[in-house]
């Protein structure tokens, strides 16, 4: 019977195929960096998580749907802030706010996706923690 990701243990999730000591704790440390994971797609932007892990942990994991995520508004989140979210750096924080000041307000996630050196590719997760 699939367990919540984020009340999994490291036990639980070495009984995954392909992940081990290592790998879990790696895995333990991102939900770490977040508060609580959003999905467990998340699990494919951590490193060591082959796509086959990938498909095994989502039939033995998921995340309850009234999971609490740490939210951050996009629109009065400072440089500083921005840059501590795991999926930002410092330069595309700066961009954020850059992008405010000559725009006005972000109304969603595809406004975010023209900013320059926007992750594409995990702009599904990263909209799970925002709020516009």
């Known amino acids: 019977m699939p367990i919540d990701l984020n009340l999994a243990t ?17 895995i333990l440390k991102e939900k770490e960096k977040f508060g609580s994971f959003a999905s467990v797609d998340q699990l494919q932007f951590v490193w060591g998580v082959s796509s086959e892990a990938l498909e095994d942990c989502k039939k033995r994991f998921f ?7 740490n939210k951050i508004n996009i629109n009065d989140a400072s440089t500083k ?11 595309f924080a700066k961009e954020i706010v850059t ?9 969603s996630i595809e406004d975010l996706a023209k900013i320059n050196n926007c992750p594409l590719e995990k702009l599904k997760i990263i909209d799970l923690y925002l709020e516009f």
Request: no cysteine.
């Open 10 to 26: 490291k036990e639980d999730i070495m009984k995954v195929y392909g992940i081990g000591d290592k790998i879990s704790e790696i």
């Open 81 to 91: 802030v921005l840059s501590k979210f795991p999926y930002f750096n410092y330069a």
């Open 99 to 107: 992008y405010r000041s000559m725009n006005g307000k972000i109304k």
């Open 63 to 69: 995340v309850s749907s009234n999971q609490v995520i």
